[in-house]
T-cell receptor, first 115, second 113 residues
Framework: SQQGEEDPQALSIQEGENATMNCSYK?????LQWYRQNSGRGLVHLIL?????REKHSGRLRVTLDTSKKSSSLLITASRAADTASYFC???????????????FGKGTHLIIQP | DTEVTQTPKHLVMGMTNKKSLKCEQH?????MYWYKQKAKKPPELMFV???????INESVPSRFSPECPNSSLLNLHLHALQPEDSALYLC????????????FGPGTRLTVT
C-alpha cells in the first residue's frame, strides 16, 4: 500500500517561481526523505528529515515535517528549468528481525518549470 | 566513488528466456535493494539484502530470483517473465548504521515480449 501520497500530482510553474509539494503518510516513521527522478532514470536523494525535526534546509530546498498531521512539504525556491523532474517522498519502515528496511514511496509530483 | 552501476541499461526478452540484471557498488554499503517501477508510478520495493543475506522479500513471484554473491554485487535473475513484468528495475544501496539515504543506480529498462 502507498505510504506517502503527494499533491499536487502535476505542477507547472514559471522559472524563478517557488514550487511547493506536499506529502502525507499513514504510519509511524523513522524519517521522511525526498527524492528526484529525471525522465524515468535513477532517483537522486535530495533531503532527509528525521521524525524529531520540524524543518530542514539544503540550498534552495526547504522541508517541513508535521508528525501530528503525518505530513511533509518540500519547497523549491527560485526554480530553474533543470528542476523539471518527478519528486517523490519516501518513508522508512523497519521490519521485525532487525536492521532491514525499505523505502515506501508516495505517488510523486511531476514538476515542470517553464523557461 | 559514490556510484551504483547497473547493467544492462536496456533489456528485451521473451517469456521463455532466462536473463540476469546486475548491480554493483563500491561504497562499502552492506544493505542493497531491488525496486520495480512501472511507467508513471512510484518505485515499489522487491527485495532487501543486509550483509549479503536476504532480509525482505515483498511477496515477489518466484520468476524473480535475487542473489548477492558478495558485498559489492547484487543480481536479479529473471525466468519465464510475463509482459506485465516490463518495467524499470532499480538497484539501491545504503550504508549500515543509522537509517539514511539510499543511493540509486540508473536502472535497467526491461521489456518482456
Amino acid at each position: 500500500s502507498q505510504q506517502g501520497e503527494e499533491d499536487p500530482q502535476a505542477l507547472s510553474i514559471q522559472e524563478g517561481e517557488n514550487a511547493t509539494m506536499n506529502c502525507s503518510y499513514k504510519t509511524s516513521i523513522n524519517n521522511l526523505q525526498w527524492y528526484r527522478q529525471n525522465s524515468g532514470r535513477g532517483l537522486v536523494h535530495l533531503i532527509l528529515i528525521r521524525s524529531n525535526e520540524r524543518e530542514k534546509h539544503s540550498g534552495r530546498l526547504r522541508v517541513t515535517l508535521d508528525t501530528s498531521k503525518k505530513s511533509s512539504s518540500l519547497l523549491i525556491t527560485a526554480s530553474r528549468a533543470a528542476d523539471t523532474a518527478s519528486y517523490f517522498c519516501a518513508t522508512n519502515r523497519r521490519w521485525s528481525g532487525g536492521g532491514a528496511d525499505g523505502l515506501t514511496f508516495g505517488k510523486g509530483t511531476h514538476l515542470i518549470i517553464q523557461p | 566513488d559514490t556510484e551504483v552501476t547497473q547493467t544492462p541499461k536496456h533489456l528485451v526478452m521473451g517469456m521463455t528466456n532466462k536473463k540476469s540484471l546486475k548491480c554493483e557498488q563500491h561504497m562499502g554499503h552492506r544493505a542493497m535493494y531491488w525496486y520495480k517501477q512501472k511507467a508513471k508510478k512510484p518505485p515499489e520495493l522487491m527485495f532487501v539484502y543486509s550483509y549479503e543475506k536476504l532480509s525482505i522479500n515483498e511477496s515477489v513471484p518466484s520468476r524473480f530470483s535475487p542473489e548477492c554473491p558478495n558485498s559489492s554485487l547484487l543480481n536479479l535473475h529473471l525466468h519465464a517473465l510475463q509482459p506485465e513484468d516490463s518495467a524499470l528495475y532499480l538497484c539501491a544501496s545504503r550504508r549500515t548504521g543509522e537509517i539514511d539515504e539510499q543511493y540509486f543506480g540508473p536502472g535497467t529498462r526491461l521489456t518482456v515480449t
